[in-house]
């Protein structure tokens, strides 16, 4: 069964460093999203793709972080300067169609000092 | 999207069915209600939707009420690999999936 891979599993990084999230979605698949979980906290929408622009995000996607689709493959969530604040877990999600469902992949859990 | 309103935790037997509720009184008519369960800060898992016919699949199956403000996900025969957060999300033409605090669902020997 296809699924939706993230890399990498782990990150820690220092305080203002540039960060890189990559995520594989569902192949066939067209709407792509990030999500955040912070530990103990619920998750939060940030940010969804579709035809290479984005579609809706929250009021957490500031100008700090920004998404691509560099391939025909990846999704990738890059933070510019990271803070404190942006440690989390940062999942990405595929759907076929914008109302269908959305499948999750396993996770990175971001870890800034 | 409308608001959804969930207990806090439950607890289940073994083999038993786990019987999870969900309120969302204020649901408009094309709004999709979707389950989603997390496993200890794995991704989340999509169980099942529906919009107003119950619905059944391999996982569980979800009894939509007639006035479509209530719902409830019935897992048949719950194992430990089962408790998890379950999340009730009630969503229509936005793509962003809200989630709430959700069910904390204990499946115990």
């Known amino acids: 069964e296809p699924e939706v891979t993230q890399t990498p599993s782990h990150q820690v990084t220092q305080m203002g460093q540039e960060v890189i999230l990559r995520c594989v979605p569902i192949s066939n698949h067209l709407y792509f999203y990030w999500y955040r979980q912070i530990l103990g906290q619920k998750v939060e929408f940030l940010v969804s793709f579709y035809n290479n622009e984005i579609s809706e995000k929250s009021e957490i996607f500031d100008d700090q972080f920004s998404v691509e689709r560099p391939d025909g493959s990846n999704f990738t969530l890059k933070i510019r300067s990271t803070k404190l604040e942006d440690s989390a877990m940062y999942f990405c999600?595929?759907?076929?169609?914008?109302?269908?469902?959305?499948?999750f992949g396993p996770g990175t859990r971001l870890l800034v000092l | 999207d409308a608001k959804t309103t969930q207990p806090p935790s439950m607890d289940c037997a073994e083999g038993r069915a786990a019987n999870l509720p969900c309120n969302h009184s204020t649901i408009s008519g094309n709004e999709y209600v979707y389950w989603y369960r997390q496993i200890h800060s794995q991704g989340p898992q999509y169980i099942i939707h529906?919009?107003?016919n119950n619905e059944t699949n391999e996982m569980a199956s979800l009894i939509i009420t007639e006035d479509r403000k209530s719902s409830t996900l019935i897992l048949p025969h719950a194992t430990l690999r089962d408790t998890a957060v379950y999340y009730c999300?009630?969503?229509?033409?936005?793509?962003?999936?809200?989630f709430g605090g959700g069910t904390r669902l204990m499946v115990k020997p």
């Open positions: 529906g919009l107003k």
């Open positions: 999300i009630v969503i229509n033409a936005g793509n962003m999936l809200t």
């Open positions: 999600a595929s759907g076929r169609q914008g109302l269908e469902t959305q499948y």
